[in-house]
């Protein structure tokens, strides 16, 4: 029996690898925020609008180092030294298996974070209100 050849790297016949897609090396921020911050998703970007509605400032994906892999979490919020992360791929096995490392790493380096997940733009909201309020960041009257 004979197997089709595979591809190099380079695209061409005769390696062992299997075919290699292009791939973009970067993810870049489409979606601009009413307050002009480009953001990648839908959520994101309705999540930015929620916190510069209750006066959060926030850094928006600050590179940072844990257990010597670098992570970029959603938003900083440096006034509360609090890392908050939109979490809306949770059907996605390997993306529930990320977020549940990011948990361990975050709590192993004591490090304060929340982790919102929701699938819908209200569902977001709804969770961000409720976990701020729980932690007395926002008053509950508004």
Known sequence: MRYPKRL???????????????RKLKFNPILDTSSGIPVRSK???ACVDWLMAH??????EPLILLGGRQFRPDFFLK???I?????GYNHMPHYRDRVAEKK???HKFGMDAIFIECQ?????VKALDTEFIKRGLVDDRQ
């Not at 890392?83 to 979490?87: A, K, N, T, Y």
């Not at 819908?120 to 977001?124: N, P």
């Open 55 to 60: 006066g959060f400032e926030f850094r928006y």
């Open 104 to 106: 361990n790493l975050y």
């Open 83 to 87: 890392f908050l992360e939109i979490c």
């Open 8 to 22: 190099k790297k380079t695209g061409k016949p005769g390696g062992i690898r299997g075919v290699r897609l292009k």
């Open 120 to 124: 819908r733009k209200s569902d977001m």
């Open 43 to 45: 959520l994101e970007r």
């Open 79 to 81: 006034e509360h030294n």
